[in-house]
């Protein structure tokens, strides 16, 4: 099981990245699909999750509106799609995967399977 980010850049604030997870061992009618991100010296927390069995999605209220979650199941890969980036958006970012059900979508303890992260910066 291997789940590999990429997509991290240095932005403008106002900017957009578009992040990429490309997922492989594991199917996503098996298992969900998260994003986190942590900043320097605060906790990690979760950005975005999707569920193809449940064929559901949910943000964290920080990012609704400007991030969308995405999944390309012949590719193998999961998309955060980052509009209107803002300095409190500078993190790593990882993407990592959790046998559904999720009972709590948005929070680390499920998702056992993780990637090595990807720098988003964005300047103001």
């Known amino acids: 099981v291997q789940l590999v980010e990429s997509g991290g850049d240095l932005v403008r604030a106002g900017e957009s990245l578009r992040l990429s997870c490309a997922v492989s061992g594991i199917s996503f009618g098996v298992y969900d699909i998260a994003w986190f991100r942590q900043a320097p010296g605060k906790e990690r927390e979760g950005v975005s999750w999707i569920s193809e069995s449940d064929n559901l999605i949910d943000y964290a209220e920080s990012v609704k509106g400007r991030f969308t979650i995405s999944s390309d199941i012949a590719k193998n890969t999961v998309y955060l799609q980052m509009n209107s980036l803002k300095p409190d958006d500078t993190a790593i970012y990882y993407c990592?995967?959790?046998?559904?059900?999720?009972?709590?979508?948005?929070?680390?303890?499920?998702?056992?399977?993780w990637g090595q992260g990807t720098q988003v910066t964005v300047s103001s």
């Open positions: 990592a995967a959790a046998e559904a059900p999720v009972k709590s979508p948005l929070r680390p303890p499920e998702f056992k399977v």
